[in-house]
């Protein structure tokens, strides 16, 4: 069936530094990829979002890339803050599914002052 | 974005008892939303979505009988866990697409979650 792959499951950075988290998946129909970031006890908050129409996307310090040919879409965060600790999961969805999302296994990212 | 509500955030019951979540969608209507489960630090798990004037639609393995689900309205969508048990404590969270056909690549926003603990 459908999976999303995510890695890596945790991620520490120093504050300032970037961080990087990829995620892979199998079905080629897919054609919307999500990132939520989700804080303890809340639940997930969109931060991006990108089409299988275009390459890349940024706002301020979070972009997301997608290379369809290979499956692959990725979160960069730059200028890390400790505010930017949390799980971050990646998500997508394709056309003949309703919208239903197929998440990644989550991103444990701690920024360290 | 758009905002989805859910009530309660907390809720905490006995065994045998039967526990119902509500997931609001504030400022949109939602003619489909979807309700998720997440156990301590894992990720969130499609247990089924919820359709406006039809029968819910449940993934494999989640019981409907357990779960309850109806949608009311165009903006309320609820889930009735009956006769919980310890086993049914979890993070429930539910999602609505901003649009009107739930089709794929219409952003969803998520609800703040509800804990429930079964006693």
């Known amino acids: 069936g459908e999976n999303v792959e995510q890695h890596p499951s945790t991620l520490s950075v120093q504050e300032g530094d970037s961080a990087v988290i990829k995620c892979t998946y199998s079905d080629s129909a897919s054609n919307y990829f999500p990132w939520y970031k989700q804080e303890l006890g809340k639940g997930p908050q969109l931060i991006i979002d990108?089409?299988?129409?275009?390459g890349e996307k940024k706002d301020q310090r979070i972009a997301v890339t997608l290379n369809k040919t290979a499956k692959h879409f990725s979160l960069h965060i730059t200028e890390t803050q400790p505010e930017d600790s949390a799980v971050y999961f990646c998500a997508m969805t394709y056309y003949n599914q309703g919208g239903k999302l197929i998440f990644g296994q989550g991103t444990e990212l701690s920024v360290k002052p | 974005g758009a905002v989805v509500s859910q009530h309660p955030s907390r809720v905490i019951c006995k065994s045998g008892t039967s526990v119902k979540i509500e997931c609001r969608s504030l400022?949109?209507?939602?003619?489909?939303m979807f309700w998720y489960r997440q156990f301590p630090k894992k990720s969130l798990m499609l247990m089924a979505t919820s359709n406006e004037g039809s029968k819910a639609t449940y993934e494999q393995g989640v019981e409907k009988d357990k779960f309850l689900i109806n949608h009311a309205s165009l903006t309320l969508s609820t889930l009735t866990v009956t006769s919980a048990h310890p086993e049914d404590s979890s993070f429930y969270i539910c999602?609505?697409?901003?649009?009107?056909?739930?089709?794929?690549?219409?952003?969803?926003?998520f609800g703040p979650g509800t804990r429930l603990l079964v006693l």
């Open positions: 990108i089409r299988s129409n275009v």
């Open positions: 999602s609505a697409p901003q649009g009107t056909s739930g089709g794929a690549g219409e952003t969803q926003y």
């Open positions: 400022d949109f209507q939602a003619t489909t």
